[in-house]
């Protein structure tokens, strides 16, 4: 049995480690040929996840080909680039776990939706949930949803992943599944704005509160299932993202609330807050749909750079009244 992943980030660095830790032999492919070399010969990537040491089973390549004689691929490449991997795969039946939160710019399409425009034959899974992947990577227990609309599949890919620390439930919900991930990350950027602004803790988990709300308002209108939002890969990643600077997401959201610029912010990161890719195309989709989503319009005007912190504030907290349901 030989799993591949595609992406030496944190995230896919940490999977790999999952994978390999059930026994299965994990082909890895990085981008970047220094994290490849690396893994392969010190079994570290100092790059992205430099703390954890690596299983021996774990061979990283830059070569996608490599892939192409495992029986199912966690593809953990940022959102943005989903399209440009799927097309590389060298093989287009291949079961796909899809592992990034977020929606793809331009076509504002979901990551299953992208995917199967470049592999229409692939069985399509989504794994999301609370998952930081250094915790993740020590071993420390976690839950995450993985929603495959063929439920033996699902479940089959669920009991290959689990491990005595982390506990996959099966959801035949995708579009839930993907939509928790990408809207919790424009969430967790406001919630660091509280957090920067010095607003509180009732600020936070008012935020939380509406911004849940308005997860549930554009996944219902998307297709979503509610209780799919309620649960690990909605509602609990958004608790985890909202509460932590290990978040990238909450983290810039607290740099802006400190009034610095998203493009000094963004300048030069290496690693991905996919919230600031996925807030312009989200509320494109939410204007769409005919979706209220005034949290997520907010931060976006505040990485666009068309408001300031303070008129953000005063904006949101100037709303007419309304009621709550
Ligand atoms: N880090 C986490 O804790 C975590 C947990 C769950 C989900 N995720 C999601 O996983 C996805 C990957 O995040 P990560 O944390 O592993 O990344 P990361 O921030 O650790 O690293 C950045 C990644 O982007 C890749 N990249 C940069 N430019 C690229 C390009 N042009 N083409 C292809 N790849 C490119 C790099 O090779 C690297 O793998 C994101 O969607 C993220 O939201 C992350
Ligand atoms: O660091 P973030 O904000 O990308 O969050 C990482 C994961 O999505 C948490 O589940």
């Known amino acids: 049995m030989k799993i591949g992943v595609i992406g030496g980030g944190a995230w896919g660095t940490a999977l790999a480690q999952v994978a390999a830790a059930g026994g299965d032999r994990v082909r890895l492919w990085a981008r970047e040929p220094e994290v490849v070399d690396a893994i392969n010969a010190t079994q570290r990537n100092p790059l992205f996840l430099p703390d954890v040491a690596l299983s021996p089973e774990i061979r990283a390549t830059t070569e996608i080909g490599a892939l192409g004689e495992c029986d199912a691929i966690l593809v953990v490449t940022p959102a943005q ?15 796909l776990i899809l592992c990034a939160k977020g929606i793809e710019a331009g076509t504002r399409k979901l990551m299953s939706e992208t995917a199967r425009d470049t592999c229409p034959h692939a069985p399509i899974a989504v794994l999301s949930g609370p998952t930081f992947a250094h915790e993740v990577a020590a071993g420390l227990p976690t839950a995450i949803t993985l929603a495959c609309e063929d439920e033996a599949l699902g479940q089959s890919l669920a009991r290959r992943l689990a491990r005595p620390s982390f506990r996959p439930y099966a959801s035949t919900d995708v ?26 803790q009732n600020a936070r988990a008012s935020l939380i509160s509406r911004g849940f709300a308005e997860m549930t308002r554009f996944g219902l209108a998307r297709g979503a299932r509610a209780e799919t939002l309620a649960g690990l890969s909605g509602l609990g990643d958004l608790v985890l993202t909202c509460s932590s600077t290990s978040s ?26 996919e919230g600031a890719f996925t807030a312009p195309v989200l509320i494109e989709a939410a204007r769409e749909a005919g979706v209220d989503m005034p949290i997520a319009e907010a931060v976006d005007a505040l990485l666009a750079g068309r408001a300031d912190v303070r008129a953000v504030i005063e904006g949101m907290l100037g709303r007419p009244l309304k009621r709550e349901h």
Request: proline letters at 3%; hydrophobic letters at 45%; a positive charge.
């Open 175 to 200: 579009i839930g599944a993907e939509i928790g991930g990408a809207v919790k990350n424009v969430l967790a950027i406001a919630c660091g704005v509280v957090e920067g602004a010095g607003l509180g």
């Open 81 to 95: 680039h989903l399209r440009g991997i799927c097309a590389q795969l060298p093989r287009h039946d291949t079961p």
């Open 248 to 273: 990238r997401n909450f983290s810039l959201g607290k740099g802006l609330g400190q009034g610095r610029a998203a493009a000094d912010l963004m300048a030069d990161r290496r690693t991905v807050a």
